[in-house]
């Protein structure tokens, strides 16, 4: 938008466990406006965590919490020209756009497994992800990387 910054609009907490971060998540989760069929995915998935867990003291969206954060990046590299050269430039990123990466990373590389069912592909990436494993992380750790890798160009930052 050019004048104006848009307003947030505000996000209705999910049925099941009434929580706002479940519906950005399913929201992420969507295919062609199908929510209904992303609730279920995402309650399937839950439940599958829950038979699947082995930390008994924590509930599964506790755990889905867990790995949500474990898949959270702090910095990233952002392109940027300076004289004729192109530089990465590690730059902190805002707390609404960590969730949302890690909530797109989470889901993309859910996708991408071999189980048969989406709920069961998102459930072992949770788990995964919980215990500090998969793909998800990975990509987590990578960005970290290359950002640490790209640290002489900090002081290019805008």
Do not use: C
């Not at 910054?5 to 479940?22: G, I």
């Not at 069961?120 to 793909?135: D, F, H, S, V, W």
Request: no cysteine; proline share 4%; glycine share 4%.
């Amino acid at each position: 938008m050019r004048k104006r910054k848009a307003k947030k609009r505000p996000l209705l907490p999910d049925p099941r466990f009434n929580d706002q971060l479940v519906t950005r998540f399913v929201n992420n989760l969507m295919w062609d406006g199908k929510k209904s069929v992303a609730f279920k995915i995402f309650y399937d998935a839950i439940d599958i965590v829950d038979e699947k867990k082995q930390d008994e003291e924590k509930s599964a969206l506790e755990i889905w919490k867990d790995a949500l954060s474990n898949v959270m990046p702090h910095v990233e590299v952002r392109s940027r020209r300076v004289g004729g050269a192109t530089f990465q430039i590690p730059m902190q990123i805002r707390p609404d756009r960590k969730v949302s990466m890690a909530m797109k990373w989470l889901i993309g590389y859910a996708r991408k497994r071999n189980e048969k069912a989406m709920a069961q592909k998102l459930a072992a990436e949770i788990l995964a992800a919980a215990k500090e494993e998969g793909a998800a992380v990975k990509k987590r750790v990578d960005t970290h990387k290359m950002a640490e890798a790209n640290k002489a160009f900090s002081h290019f930052r805008f």
